[in-house]
């Protein structure tokens, strides 16, 4: 069956380094969305991987190992803006449908 | 500016009313998806569309219809039939030239019950 999972909740402090993991199952893989949602607001796209290896945009990196069916973003020098879920998604083929994770609420504590 | 309008932002359905949720986008995208979501859960796809007139349901289509007349709009009525439709509306386009093109959001309807 598909399953994305991604931890509920995380608490970081201003400043520091977080890594959110994200493990999928799914029947196929043909990519992975991270996205950012603030509480009440609408998704929106942070990364994409399809390749094995790290994609760096600025203080934002997501990393895939398609081997280990396993994924993390790693948000650095965090800032109180960044506290709000983020939602792994896989694409398992070629029709461009999405299976979502719940997400992981990150906390920001000065 | 380019982007993904939904209205309304709140929506109050009655017991048997049929309500309809509009989108409307202007960034030319073929494909345009509809969304559930709950506390707590991914989101849950409920129809989508890759081209004008026509449509597929998605994982939880029952109690919902839709429709694709116009490339920009691609309206969610929840019926009668759905009976917990409590839940924040996504509707999210794509363009589909290319694999790495992601979904783009509005900013949602959420709908309760009186």
């Known amino acids: 069956g598909q399953n994305i999972d991604q931890p509920t909740e995380m608490t970081a402090t201003e400043g520091a380094i977080v890594q959110i993991n994200c493990t999928y199952q799914?029947?196929?893989?043909?990519?992975l969305f991270w996205y950012q949602q603030h509480a009440g607001e609408a998704p929106t796209f942070l990364s994409y991987?399809?390749l094995d290896g790290l994609e760096e945009k600025g203080r934002f990196s997501s990393f895939l190992s398609r081997s280990k069916g396993y994924s993390y973003l790693l948000l650095k020098e965090l800032q109180m803006k960044d506290s709000a879920s983020y939602l792994c998604?896989?694409?398992?083929?070629?029709?461009?449908?999405?299976?979502w994770g719940a997400g992981t609420k990150l906390i920001i504590k000065p | 500016d380019g982007g993904i309008t939904q209205s309304p932002k709140y929506l109050f359905r009655k017991e048997g009313q049929n309500v309809t949720l509009s989108c409307e986008q202007n960034?030319?995208?073929?494909?345009m998806y509809w969304y559930r979501q709950d506390p707590g859960q991914g989101l849950r796809l409920i129809y989508y569309?890759?081209?004008?007139?026509?449509?597929q349901k998605g994982d939880i289509a029952e109690g919902y219809s839709v429709s694709r007349e116009k490339k920009e709009s691609f309206p969610l009525t929840v019926t009668s039939a759905q009976k917990n439709p409590t839940a924040f509306y996504l509707c999210?386009?794509?363009?589909?030239?290319?694999?790495?093109?992601?979904?783009?959001f509005g900013d949602g309807t959420r709908l309760s019950i009186l």
């Open positions: 999210a386009s794509r363009a589909t030239g290319f694999s790495n093109q992601p979904q783009h």
């Open positions: 960034l030319n995208h073929d494909a």
């Open positions: 569309s890759q081209i004008v007139n026509d449509f």
């Open positions: 799914t029947s196929g893989f043909n990519g």
């Open positions: 991987n399809v």
């Open positions: 998604a896989v694409r398992e083929d070629s029709n461009y449908q999405l299976i």
